[in-house]
C-alpha cells in the first residue's frame, strides 16, 4: 500500500534523512524504532506532506505518487497524521472535533458510519461528546486526536509518539485501540518511544540511526535481536523469568595475620614474682673521691617490658659516681625499702614518676609483692636521681 524509496530530508546544510526505504501493507502494523534526533518524525512529516526542508525521493500510495502534493491532498489520497502533542481544538467538544476530521470529500459521505466506528472504538467518548476537549484528561485527548484522524476515513494511519505523557495503564488502553484500528484493515505507521509495548502489538519494524534505517524485521525477531534489547528494551535477558538467581561465588577467606609469639600473661607474672626475691647481701663499699663524672642530659630510659619468661640481668661493671654500680645502688634501695617499711604497706611512690606501673597479671597474685615492686622501682628511681645529682666538692683535697 504505502511505498518509500530513496527519501531524504535537508534542512540546510543538515542532512535529517538519506535514502530512508519502507513500506507497509492493509491491515498491517509497522513501528519505527530510533533515538531522539535520528529523523523518526522527519520521515513521518515528508510522507505527510507537511515537511519545512528540502525532500527528495519517492512516497507511493497504492501506486499514487505523493511527494510534491500539498498536505490536505495527501489527507484525500488516504494518508491521516497524528502529531505528537496531539494537535487537537481544546476549545472545541468532542463532537466538533470529530465532525472537523470528516472534512475530505472522501469521508463526507461516510461521515455517520465513521463517527459510531469512532465511538465504538473509544466508549469514553461516546459518554463525552459534549465536552470541551481542554478539560479532559491527556489519554482522553489522545483518544480524541486519534478519533478525528479516522474520520478521514484513510487507508493508512501515521501516528508520532502516541503515548507520550500517558500513564501506564492509559498507554496499554491506547495500544489496545491501535490494534482494533488495525483490525478494521487500517495500515498503521507508527512513532513509539515505548519499543516494548509497540514491539508487541506491530507486525514488522525498522531501526532508524542518523537518518539512516539500518535495519528491519519482524517485530518478534526484532524482540529477540540482543542489539536491539540493549539499544531500546533495556538490556538483554539473561535468564528466563522466575528461574532462580545464581548463588554467589563463595569469598576467599580473607588472611587474618597471627599474633606475634610472645610470653603469655603467666610467663609475665611469673617474671614479676620472681624479680622481687631480695638479692644476697653485698658488703657496702666505702665511698672513694672521684673525679667529677659527666653530665648526663636526658633521663633514664623507662624499663622495658618483659618479652621473655626470665629478666635480662643487667652488668654489674655499670660504673656510677662515687664508685658505685648500678647493682649495688639496687642492693641499697631494697635494704633500705625492707628497713623502712618490713612486711607493711609502704608509702605511696613520689609525685613526679616517669611512667605508670601496669596492673597486676593475674587476679590471684596479693597486694604485698605488687606494693615490694613499686617501691623497689621507686628506691631504684631515687637512688639513679641522686647519683646524678652528686658533685664532688673541687675545694675538698
Not at 472522501?106 to 465536552?131: C, H, I, T, W, Y
Not at 561465588?249 to 600473661?265: D, F, I, N, Q, T
Not at 628506691?379 to 673541687?394: T, Y
Request: glycine share 8%; hydrophobic share 40%.
Amino acid at each position: 500500500m504505502l511505498e518509500v524509496k530513496g527519501l531524504s530530508v535537508s534542512y540546510g546544510q543538515h542532512r535529517a534523512l538519506e535514502g530512508a526505504a519502507l513500506r507497509v501493507a492493509r491491515g498491517e502494523i509497522v513501528v519505527i524504532l530510533g533515538a531522539n534526533g535520528a529523523g523518526k518524525s522527519t520521515l513521518l512529516k515528508a510522507i505527510s506532506g507537511i515537511c519545512e526542508g528540502k525532500v527528495a525521493g519517492s512516497v507511493t500510495l497504492q501506486g499514487t505518487e505523493l511527494l510534491g502534493m500539498p498536505a490536505h491532498r495527501i489527507v484525500e489520497e488516504g494518508i491521516a497524521l497524528v502529531p505528537e502533542g496531539r494537535g487537537v481544538f481544546g476549545d472545541l467538544t468532542v463532537a466538533e472535533n470529530l465532525t472537523l476530521g470528516a472534512h475530505p470529500s472522501r469521508a463526507r459521505d461516510e461521515a455517520a458510519g465513521n463517527m459510531d466506528r469512532v465511538l465504538r472504538l473509544f466508549p469514553k467518548l461516546s459518554e463525552r461528546r459534549g465536552q470541551i476537549v481542554r478539560t479532559m484528561s491527556g489519554g482522553e485527548q489522545q483518544m480524541v486526536a486519534i478519533g478525528r484522524a479516522m474520520m478521514s476515513n484513510p487507508a493508512l494511519l501515521t501516528l508520532d509518539e502516541p503515548s507520550l505523557g500517558l500513564s501506564p495503564l492509559l498507554s496499554k488502553e491506547l495500544f489496545a485501540s491501535l490494534k482494533a484500528v488495525r483490525d478494521a484493515g487500517i495500515g498503521i505507521l507508527l512513532v513509539e518511544q515505548n519499543a516494548r509495548a509497540s514491539l508487541a502489538i506491530a507486525d514488522r519494524g525498522y531501526l532508524i540511526e542518523n537518518g539512516r534505517i539500518l535495519q528491519e524485521g519482524r517485530a518478534d525477531a526484532l524482540r529477540s535481536d540482543p542489539a536491539v534489547q540493549a539499544a531500546y528494551l533495556g538490556g538483554a535477558k539473561s535468564a528466563k523469568r522466575g528461574a532462580p538467581p545464581a548463588a554467589p561465588a563463595p569469598l576467599a577467606p580473607a588472611s587474618v595475620p597471627r599474633p606475634a609469639a610472645g610470653p603469655s600473661p603467666d610467663q609475665i607474672a611469673a617474671a614479676a614474682l620472681a624479680s622481687l626475691a631480695p638479692p644476697p647481701a653485698r658488703p657496702v663499699a666505702a665511698p672513694m673521691p672521684a673525679p667529677e663524672p659527666p653530665r648526663v642530659a636526658t633521663p633514664p630510659a623507662a624499663p622495658a617490658r618483659l618479652s621473655t619468661p626470665s629478666p635480662a640481668p643487667r652488668s654489674s661493671n655499670d660504673a656510677l659516681p662515687g664508685g658505685l654500680s648500678l647493682a649495688d645502688l639496687v642492693a641499697q634501695a631494697s635494704d633500705a625499702s625492707r628497713a623502712r617499711f618490713g612486711s607493711s604497706q609502704p608509702a605511696p611512690p613520689p609525685a613526679a614518676r616517669p611512667r605508670a606501673m601496669p596492673p597486676p597479671v593475674t587476679p590471684t597474685s596479693t597486694a604485698q609483692p605488687q606494693d615490694r615492686l613499686k617501691s623497689v622501682l621507686s628506691e631504684i628511681e631515687e637512688a639513679a636521681a641522686r647519683a646524678r645529682a652528686w658533685r664532688p666538692d673541687p675545694h675538698r683535697t
